[in-house]
């Protein structure tokens, strides 16, 4: 999920939580997904991660990198 904010110039970009496990995953690629997922918590050490201020979580890293292309053709990242 991601806005802009005009008024700041910003964009906020938010990723989900870790996938609980539920009652409701009865096919076997519910169970994989909540596995990886809980495999990419496991990155929990902060890193310095290029263009992000700051240091985050080495999976959030990770995941940033992965649509980082994306987030360009958006405009996010920009400079002005």
Known sequence: ?????????????????TL???K??????????????WLQDGKAG?????GVPGLI???MCD???TLRD?????GVGRQK
Request: hydrophobic share 40%; charged share 20%.
């Open 70 to 74: 994306s987030l360009k053709s958006w």
């Open 24 to 37: 409701e995953d009865t096919y076997w690629f519910d169970r994989v997904t909540m596995i990886l997922d």
């Open 1 to 17: 999920l991601y806005a802009y904010s005009s008024k700041i110039d910003a964009y906020i970009l938010a990723f989900r939580g």
């Open 20 to 22: 609980p496990p539920s």
């Open 57 to 59: 979580h080495h999976g």
């Open 46 to 50: 902060q890193v310095s991660c290029d």
């Open 63 to 65: 995941a940033f990198n």
